[in-house]
T-cell receptor, first 114, second 113 residues
Framework: AQSVTQLGSHVSVSEGALVLLRCNYS??????LFWYVQYPNQGLQLLLK??????LVKGINGFEAEFKKSETSFHLTKPSAHMSDAAEYFC????????????FGGGTRLMVKP | KAGVTQTPRYLIKTRGQQVTLSCSPI?????VSWYQQTPGQGLQFLFE???????NKGNFPGRFSGRQFSNSRSEMNVSTLELGDSALYLC????????????FGQGTRLTVV
């Protein structure tokens, strides 16, 4: 079984401030973790993925995430928020027993204030 | 390379009707998954097909079904539509057999009235 919890359904930051979106996972076997972003009326776009090669993963648009096994976390960060980062962000997990089936967290809506 | 294409983009149906949604994956991808997205339940997995075989199925009633063709294109069908089936239906294709990233289409917005 696998599950994902995203703490904070809404996060608001000022432009230029640090972005931190939290994700905790549960998986009975080693996980593969992903972050996706969704803009209004659009599908999901992959930001980055963790596949056990390195614990710090760099993605597109300046985002990165760190896998911490001891904390079962995979938090997403960006040093400086931009107005264009305003969107909904989803953390997802899969594992070797699940094919390509993704289990998503509830999502976090990021708002960026000017 | 063309992305994942879903048709139609928008659909309005009446309760009790049935609907078929279509998904064309990225060329070369043999895995196609379907998800339902609603404000209340979030993103929920419906099913995954790989080389024309259903590999995984989510917790949805039997009214939801799907299939995959030999060219990897996929369709999902919902019979006897209910108001609660109103949602954004997302299709995703993946390049490998497991644990590979999913590339999503723009979705089909289904409204049941």
């Amino acid at each position: 079984a696998q599950s994902v919890t995203q703490l904070g359904s809404h996060v608001s930051v000022s432009e230029g401030a640090l972005v931190l979106l939290r994700c905790n996972y549960s998986s009975s076997v080693p996980p593969y973790l992903f972050w996706y972003v969704q803009y209004p009326n659009q599908g999901l776009q992959l930001l980055l993925k963790y596949t056990s090669a390195a614990t710090l993963v760099k993605g597109i648009n300046g985002f990165e995430a760190e896998f911490k096994k001891s904390e079962t976390s995979f938090h997403l960060t960006k040093p400086s928020a931009h107005m264009s980062d305003a969107a909904e962000y989803f953390c997802a997990v899969t594992n070797n027993n699940a094919g390509n089936m993704l289990t998503f967290g509830g999502g976090t809506r990021l708002m960026v204030k000017p | 390379k063309a992305g994942v294409t879903q048709t139609p983009r928008y659909l309005i149906k009446t309760r009790g009707q049935q609907v078929t949604l279509s998904c064309s994956p990225i060329s070369g991808h043999r895995s196609v998954s379907w998800y339902q997205q609603t404000p209340g339940q979030g993103l929920q997995f419906l099913f995954e097909y790989f080389s024309e075989t259903q590999r995984n199925k989510g917790n949805f009633p039997g009214r939801f079904s799907g299939r995959q063709f030999s060219n990897s294109r996929s369709e999902m069908n919902v019979s006897t539509l209910e108001l609660g089936d109103s949602a954004l239906y997302l299709c995703a294709s993946s390049p490998g057999a497991r644990n590979t990233e999913a590339f999503f289409g723009q979705g089909t917005r289904l409204t049941v009235v």
